[in-house]
């Protein structure tokens, strides 16, 4: 398969300024996001934070009030973009009376696949779910005969059949069980390197932080941070934290140097663990010194990495986590 | 194009590879049979229950009339029967000969008495005695028999020979309303009446069932969520256009099979009706050309596709099945009101309801077919009346196509009218 323009075009998505105004309120507040090829990028925020709205506007599926959008290459009102794009709604379902490979040659059909090779594709990806071979074949159940998990993944592969140059997933993982959950982070790794750009949302920071290469946090319609992960993080401007184990008798020996606010601001004590953050000017070498000077017995002591969640915590401030942000998932 | 035919195949192909349609179209030919030999089959069954040759005659006229009556009344249909009884009387002994038969029809005896008296020679009035309901066709028979042989009695008091009596008491009135069309060809008024009606009724059910499958269908695609998988790959007025043009397959593939068993069960019926024991009547088929044909699917076509466009928008706002169901009000509304004002354009086919409604177009694709086949439309009307009506389907569509494109990604929340003239007037 040829790829025109995808691999010379600089960015698979890009937005530019760009503004969406709902009756009552301000979806999209201009918005200026660019996104690599070949990279998976997370779009990350709170429910209502815009994401839906900015990946609609990307699909041409809502026109912006102001802004420009580029997709691989070209403006994303150009009709032949639609060949090239994969996309997985937050909101899903299929044709529930229609059988599976009936559903998904039609969605295949949709993107000018011929059916003799949606049906080469089909097989592929069913086997590769699991849905197909070993004595059983769920091509001809019809979808609500299928459980949840097996419909989202019908869905995906819904999405991916065509063998889209960008894929834009809208929650993927959400409603989805850990094994179902791994079979669709699996896929969409292997899509990266296989040269295609994923562009996802999610609430999820964790999940956000092991798969991309860049990320954006969205709230309230703008954009809080946007970057490559490793930039992202290195913009946290809270405290050092440090995660400690003591040996057993050694706890009481050291809660009296973590009392010290002058070297721990603040301590978060999960009794098996201990985890603090260091005050102004005091670095995790100091705190082992004290802590060695004290007769303290260290069976760990890690200095943490910032994560997303922190970091979001930092931008956002705790509204976002309780209007829908995890740091779980 | 491709992506429009592959909208067209999964609405035609899912649709007709279903039970429903398999059964809807069954259904059709099996009701049609129904309405056609159970109302005839009825009538013969409850005219066999009144036993003619186990019916009484009292005749007190003192002529022989009773014997005429009888053997005319045997001598119809069932000629091979024997006539019924007669029972010769004075007038002065009627009462008493009345309360026996009435003494007989209550033991079984007898299945009915008719009494002739003194007076029915000269007025025409007599009496039927029966224990159940009376069929129509019953009374009719008895009074034409009556009705001949007093005729003759009469003729022949005036001095008439029985030859002579019996030519005049024949003669039966009909009146065969002719239509004749401009070109001179001749049809039969009442055919065509009947025809005209039916073919407004069929469009009128056609209409209203597959618009109903367009809003099913639309209402389906919302809340299960496909419509925003499929708007990522096909603009919303291509989902629409290839959604109206496959349920329109298959209505017009349906109603092409419906004909096609009518006209089969039309052209057989004297055998159908041979196999249920019932004497066939003679229903005149219509004679329609190919111009009223063409002209008869053009008004379906755009009748279905404007009001197919209006069940889409309704399909595409609501919000859920029930508020779909209550949505479509206004819809049927315009529907039933136009159904409603076929009995007054039916008795003045050329009056000004009749010339109004074949005008407005969501009227027009019921009532000008039934003018059509009552009386000669001129052809300005005509094209006046499928100029104004194709217009409005296709501004129909267009405004669909629009609503469809911003309303199918909202959930939860029905919009007001007045946002929706906003999304219509909305450039693209």
């Given at each position: 398969m040829t790829l025109p323009d995808s691999r010379s075009p600089e960015y698979a998505l890009r937005l530019d300024g760009v503004s969406k105004r709902y009756a009552s309120h301000q979806?999209?507040?201009k918005i200026s996001l660019a996104i690599r090829p070949g990279t998976i990028f997370g779009l990350l925020?709170?429910?209502?934070?815009g994401k839906t709205t900015t990946i609609r506007l990307s699909l041409n599926l809502m026109l912006p009030d102001e802004g420009t959008i580029t997709v691989l290459g070209v403006?994303?009102?150009?009709?032949?973009l639609v060949n090239r794009l994969g996309y997985l709604p937050e909101e899903r379902g299929l044709?529930?009376?229609?059988k599976v490979r009936r559903v998904l040659r039609f969605l295949a059909r949709l993107k000018d696949i011929p059916a003799a090779e949606a049906d080469r594709r089909i097989d592929e990806w069913l086997e590769r779910f699991q849905m197909r071979g070993g004595g059983r074949d769920?091509?001809?159940?019809?979808?609500?005969?299928?459980s949840r998990g097996m419909q989202q993944k019908i869905q995906f592969i819904g999405t991916v059949l065509h063998d889209p140059e960008l894929i834009i997933l809208d929650e993927?993982?959400?409603?989805?069980d850990p094994v179902n959950a791994q079979a669709i982070k699996d896929t969409v790794v292997d899509l990266r390197r296989r040269g295609r750009s994923v562009v996802f949302s999610t609430h999820l920071m964790d999940v956000a932080e092991r798969m991309c290469d860049a990320v954006a946090i969205v709230n309230g319609g703008k954009i809080v941070l946007n970057g490559e992960l490793r930039d992202v993080k290195a913009q946290y401007a809270g405290p050092p934290r440090v995660s400690m184990m003591f040996d057993s008798g050694s706890a009481d020996l050291a809660s009296g140097v973590l009392a010290d606010r002058t070297l721990v601001s603040e301590v978060d004590d999960h009794v098996n663990l201990v985890e603090v953050a260091l005050a102004p000017g005091a670095t995790s070498q100091q705190l082992l010194e004290r802590l060695v000077a004290a007769r303290v017995s260290i069976a760990r002591f890690d200095r943490l990495e910032p994560s997303l969640h922190q970091v979001f915590l930092d931008r956002v401030g705790a509204a976002g986590v309780e209007a829908g942000m995890s740091g779980h998932g | 194009m491709g992506k429009l035919s592959a909208v067209i195949g999964r609405e035609f192909g899912e649709r007709v590879r279903s039970r429903w349609f398999l059964l809807t179209t069954l259904f059709g030919p099996i009701l049609f049979a129904a309405l056609l030999i159970i109302p005839p089959w009825i009538a013969s069954r409850t005219e066999a229950t009144i036993d003619p040759t186990r019916l009484l005659f009292i005749d007190a006229?003192?002529?022989?009339l009773g014997d005429a009556v009888a053997g005319d009344f045997a001598g119809g249909?069932?000629?091979?029967a024997t006539p019924p009884a007669v029972s010769q009387t004075t007038p002065d002994s009627l009462d008493a000969a009345t309360s026996r038969a009435r003494a007989r029809l209550l033991d079984g005896a007898i299945s009915g008495f008719v009494v002739l008296d003194p007076a029915t020679l000269s007025t025409g009035a007599a009496r039927l005695v029966l224990r159940d309901g009376v069929p129509g066709a019953f009374t009719d028979r008895l009074s034409a028999a009556l009705d001949r042989q007093i005729r003759r009695q009469r003729f022949a008091a005036l001095g008439l020979s029985a030859e002579a009596a019996d030519d005049v008491a024949r003669v039966r009135v009909r009146v065969n309303t002719i239509r004749l069309d401009a070109e001179g060809r001749e049809a039969s008024a009442r055919v065509n009446l009947l025809f005209g009606f039916g073919v407004a009724i069929l469009l009128y059910i056609a209409i209203v069932l597959y618009g109903q499958i367009v809003l099913r269908s639309v209402t389906e695609e919302k809340q299960s969520r496909v419509s925003e998988v499929v708007l990522a790959s096909v603009p919303a007025r291509v989902l629409l256009a290839g959604k109206i043009l496959g349920i329109g397959g298959v209505a017009l593939v349906q109603l092409g099979l419906w004909t096609a068993a009518i006209i089969t069960l039309l052209a057989n019926r004297a055998a159908l009706f041979a196999k249920f024991g019932i004497a066939a009547a003679s229903v005149p088929l219509p004679s329609i050309d190919a111009d009223s044909l063409v002209l008869l699917g053009a008004y379906f076509v755009m009748g279905y596709a404007l009001y197919a466009a209006l069940f889409a928008i309704v399909g595409s706002i609501a919000t859920s099945e029930q508020e779909a169901q209550q949505a479509q009000t206004p819809v049927i509304m315009l529907l039933v009101a136009s159904m409603a004002l076929l009995q007054p354009a039916l008795a003045d086919p050329n009056g000004a309801i009749g010339w109004w409604l074949s005008l407005i177009p969501f009227s027009s694709p019921i009532m000008m077919p039934l003018r059509l086949g009552l009386t000669d439309v001129p052809t300005t009307e005509i094209v006046a009346s499928i100029g104004v009506l194709g217009l409005t389907g296709v501004l129909a569509l267009l405004a669909a196509g629009r609503v469809y494109r911003t309303a199918l990604?909202?959930?939860g929340k029905r919009p007001s009218v007045r946002e929706i003239f906003r999304w219509i007037r909305a450039a693209d």
């Open positions: 979806a999209v507040d925020g709170p429910n209502g934070a403006p994303s009102s150009d009709p032949s044709y529930r009376k229609m769920l091509a001809n159940a019809a979808v609500d005969e299928l993927p993982f959400s409603g989805l | 006229t003192g002529g022989r249909i069932q000629s091979s990604l909202m959930y």
